[in-house]
């Protein structure tokens, strides 16, 4: 059997460029190779809503947003199954079954869960508005997200590091189930990250250790090109680079991250041939020299020319969104297939298949028989 790729995002904002180096390159570079048996990517509607339960219409409006960066990225729904996590309700089968398996000491010990209940103000005494209690189906979460990653026997995952103890946690479920019933219907799943490690977390424009949307520090892949120079220009450089004879400081300085991460060989040859590569470059910003104004209007035609063909592409989905709804709702129908499909084998491994159980049937009846 070959790979089973699988992987998604919460719809609750416009994906951007963390979202894009981070995860969303890789999927398409997957999908492109083509080394795989099948590869979904998912809308994760539910998981949205554990902590937007009072907002739909945010999560509603953002599901045709993510759709269209999908698409606009290139994900081709020829070669990948995109879906819509609520229309699976199998999962929630699932997430049944694997609650059992979970204790509450263990979630609570996920990280990934811990940072976000900080962020909501989900760990307090549920008294204030900043002092709010914990949902359950928010605490839950990581045990619908080992069901978003078993329904089809995912074994590769590709996703930004946040997402570590989440696989963590989805692979102990599926040791659980296999070993409680004494089976092999799940597959434990791998993570895959981006190798370059600027692409794992690309910084927000002012510096801050991550781009994301409450910070208001994201470049979105939707930005036209007049937005995303005007934040380009506004970046976070080097502070202690005042004048351009002074010496400047490449790490932590994000015009130079953003360039590691979008940068590629030829776009010193097509766009500033004074140098032969980045590395020339920083060395001639480290000596003094040079302007940060120079190396922002280099990012920003790099960084155009990367997202033409996303905003060429993301115009023409635009003019036919029915078809982009189509899209989903096609996806959701065969991924919805392979949901039952595993679902069926998991009840059969619990013996709770009943009414297909001849042996149990004809047992009971052999018992009760006078
Ligand atoms: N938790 C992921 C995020 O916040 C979204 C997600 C839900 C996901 N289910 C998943 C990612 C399964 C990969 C696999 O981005």
């Not at 099948?38 to 045709?64: G, S, Y």
């Not at 920003?300 to 115009?315: E, K, S, T």
């Amino acid at each position: 059997m070959g790979r089973i790729i699988l992987t998604g995002d919460r719809p609750t904002g416009k994906l951007h460029l963390g979202h894009y180096v981070g995860s969303l390159r890789n999927r398409v570079l997957l999908q492109n190779e083509g080394n795989y048996e099948r590869m979904f990517v998912f809308i994760a509607d539910v998981q949205a809503l554990t902590d937007n339960a009072d907002n739909p219409e945010k999560v509603r409006q953002n599901i045709i947003e993510v759709a269209l960066d999908y698409l606009s990225c290139g994900l081709d729904p020829e070669k990948v199954t995109l879906f819509i996590q609520s229309q699976i309700p199998e999962l929630h089968e699932m997430t049944q079954f694997f609650s059992n398996l979970v204790t509450v000491q263990r979630l609570q010990r996920n990280p990934t869960v811990k940072t976000e209940m900080a962020l909501r103000g989900f760990n307090g005494d549920g008294e204030d508005d900043n002092r709010r209690g914990l949902p359950v189906g928010f605490f839950t979460y990581p045990i619908s997200q080992a069901a978003d990653i078993c329904f089809c026997k995912a074994t590769t995952v590709p996703v930004g590091e946040d997402q570590e103890p989440m696989i963590e946690q989805c692979r102990e479920i599926v040791r659980s189930f296999n070993g409680t019933y004494k089976c092999d219907v799940l597959v434990e799943p791998e993570i895959l990250l981006p190798e370059n490690l600027s692409c794992r977390r690309l910084p927000g424009t002012d510096g801050k250790a991550k781009m994301s949307k409450s910070l208001g520090n994201c470049i979105y892949l939707s930005d036209d090109p007049k937005e995303m120079e005007k934040k380009v220009k506004g970046m976070f450089t080097d502070p202690g680079h005042l004048r351009v004879e002074d010496p400047g400081k490449v790490e932590g300085n994000t015009v130079f991250t953003y360039l590691d991460a979008f940068c590629e060989p030829d776009d010193f040859a097509r766009f500033w041939p004074d140098y032969a590569n980045l590395d020339e470059l920083k060395d001639h910003y480290r000596r003094g020299g040079l302007g940060d104004m120079k190396c922002k209007k280099f990012l920003i035609q790099v960084l155009n020319d990367r997202l033409d063909p996303i905003r060429a592409r993301r115009h023409a989905y635009e003019q036919d969104i029915p078809a982009v709804y189509e899209i989903l709702r096609k996806g959701s129908e065969a991924a919805r297939a392979v949901a039952a499909q595993t679902l069926h084998e998991m009840k059969d491994a619990m013996q709770i298949n009943y009414f297909d159980d001849a042996a149990l049937i004809a047992e009971q009846a052999a018992k009760y028989r006078q």
